[in-house]
């Protein structure tokens, strides 16, 4: 039996794949290559698993927001689990295009939902976001804290697919588990977050931006930990005992943040950057953009007893891996 992943072309899929095709796994990657960011950049990842594990991973070209063509691609496949990573990311393009949101995060959720049922997955494993708490008062964030006032409309379409999930988890008995994630970076990453936005600007000497006059903090997540963590929660399901789950579910439904030991200084990230490129950065101060939040930082009480996740690279370490990945790919000197 093989593993669906979702968004195998995609940053957090790409490693998510590469790691489970590694550990012996067949996997079964969907991805619409759509062009929000560099297409080359999702196409590279797809060659990178190709060429490394060959027969073992099968790549489809599909969007999972159209039901009719997923299930005609996937017909005839056998997959008894799913980890689904594939969305419309972000949170500022999501007030200029709202409806690719909708689309991606909504209704395409739903067809991975109806996809579960449907061939019985043994586990749904699927990407919720820190986006969903909005502007907590309190930090870090609990998976029990109140997450009804989105501060984007992202941030709503992942909190939907929470509420989609359980209602399905309660009236099928699927299992399933949502990982919040909080500011994944690594190599391999996606351009439009600030890891690359930051390094790119410092090595060329462009200015670079700092919403909220600079004053941001971020838990940054190395990618390695955050994949460590998909693969924990996919092989321990919740069980159908009728107690409560993390989140708040007596249904086979659980709901985990995953994230770093605590909040960075969005500056302090910004000197780490210039100590490892070498060059001082141009920073221009701006105000807060719409649908952004000041903080974000995870509470991981659950994940640990749950799931013995641990997080095991900083951004000491993590920061001049980036970067160093970030010249090859470029191939800077």
């Known amino acids: 039996m093989a593993i669906l992943v979702t968004g195998a072309a995609g940053f957090i899929g790409f490693h998510t794949a590469d790691a489970l095709l590694a550990r012996g796994e067949e996997v079964i990657g969907i991805d619409n290559l759509n062009p929000y960011y560099d297409v080359r950049l999702k196409q590279a990842r797809i060659e990178t698993l190709t060429a490394s594990h060959r027969d073992a991973f099968q790549f489809r070209r599909l969007d999972f927001s159209n039901a009719g ?11 008894d689990r799913i980890v689904h990573l594939g969305a419309q990311a972000g949170v500022r393009y ?8 909708v689309r991606a995060n909504v209704v ?18 699927y990407a919720s976001s820190s986006s969903v708490y909005g502007a907590t008062e309190t930090t870090p964030s609990r998976v029990d804290d109140r997450t009804d006032r989105p501060k984007s409309l992202y941030a709503a379409t992942k909190r939907a697919d929470e509420l989609m999930s359980e209602s399905y988890a309660s009236l099928f008995r699927i299992p399933m588990t949502g990982l919040r994630f909080f500011t994944v970076y690594g190599p391999w990453g996606r351009p439009d977050m600030a890891m690359w936005l930051f390094t790119d600007a410092i090595m060329r000497g462009r200015p670079m931006q700092l919403f909220n006059a600079g004053a941001m903090r971020r838990d940054f997540t190395y990618v390695d930990d955050i994949v460590r963590g998909v693969l924990t929660s996919l092989d321990h399901p919740p069980a159908d005992n009728g107690r409560e789950k993390s989140g708040g579910s007596n249904s086979p439904h659980a709901i985990y943040n995953l ?9 302090d990230v910004v000197h780490l950057i210039e100590k490892t490129v070498g060059r001082e950065a141009k920073i221009s101060l701006r105000p807060m953009q719409p649908g952004d939040v000041p903080e974000t930082c995870a509470d991981l009480t659950a994940s640990r007893r749950d799931l013995g996740f641990e997080p095991r690279i900083g951004i000491a370490e993590g920061v001049p891996r980036f970067v160093d990945w970030f010249k090859t790919y470029h191939h800077v000197a």
Do not use: F
């Open 108 to 125: 395409g959720h739903i067809n991975i939902l109806e996809l579960a049922r449907a061939r019985e997955v043994r586990h749904l494993v």
């Open 259 to 267: 994230g770093n030991y605590g909040s960075e200084n969005l500056l």
């Open 69 to 79: 063509a997923l299930s005609r691609t996937l017909c005839g496949t056998n997959i």
């Open 94 to 101: 999501s007030i200029k295009n709202p409806s690719a949101y």
